[in-house]
């Protein structure tokens, strides 16, 4: 189970999204889309068309920056 950290900000578009949630997912596309499930429209924000990272997304495993910003 992966532990999701998010920003205080993203309440004022997604009322419900707690600063941290758990998600089942082994990728981090597995991770996204079972948040998107939870909370519609969350992808979007986080991924762009192509499945991309967006620039203002920080993804860390561990205490580690991932550095292949494609999903």
Do not use: C, W
């Not at 600063?19 to 948040?35: D, H, K, P």
């Not at 998107?36 to 495993?61: Q, S």
């Amino acid at each position: 189970m992966a532990q999701v950290r998010f920003t205080r900000h993203l309440s004022r578009y997604f009322p419900d999204l707690a600063e941290r949630e758990e998600v089942n997912g082994e990728t981090v596309a597995e991770i996204i889309a079972a948040l998107d499930k939870r909370h519609p429209g969350l992808a979007a924000y986080i991924v762009d068309e192509g499945g991309t990272l967006r620039k203002h997304v920080n993804i860390f495993l561990g205490q580690e920056l991932i550095h292949d910003r494609h999903n």
